[in-house]
């Protein structure tokens, strides 16, 4: 049974920083590529930052770079989003992603709240 869970979310100001984490258990880790997804209320999920089985290249969408940063540990079995410079527009639900080997999995989410 594949299990994605994030930690980490939390309440901030802006200008603040957090640290999501996402624990992945019952795949092959080093198979997958690892992202973060983020929903606002009222608006679609949207796709945040990836990090790639292999090489561990990074992308980034537009509204995050420079200022948050994806890793991962294959040996914990461990991805992270750092989030620097957190704006309001940043408040959403964030979600762990995995994809590979044609299956993709999804964390239950963890709130990120940055306040004005």
């Known amino acids: 049974q594949v299990q994605l869970v994030e930690s980490g979310g939390g309440l901030v100001q802006a200008g603040g920083s957090l640290r999501l984490s996402c624990a992945a258990s019952g795949l092959t880790f080093r198979l997958y590529s690892m992202g973060w997804f983020r929903q606002a209320p009222g608006k679609e999920r949207e796709f945040v930052a990836a990090?790639?089985?292999?090489?561990?290249?990074?992308t980034y969408a537009d509204s995050v770079k420079g200022r948050f940063t994806i890793s991962r540990d294959n040996a914990k079995k461990m991805v992270y989003l750092q989030m620097n410079s957190l704006k309001p527009e940043d408040s959403a639900v964030y979600y762990c992603?995995?994809?590979?080997?044609?299956?993709?999995?999804w964390g239950q989410g963890a709130q990120v709240t940055v306040s004005s």
């Open positions: 992603n995995a994809e590979g080997l044609g299956r993709a999995y």
């Open positions: 990090i790639s089985r292999s090489d561990s290249a990074t």
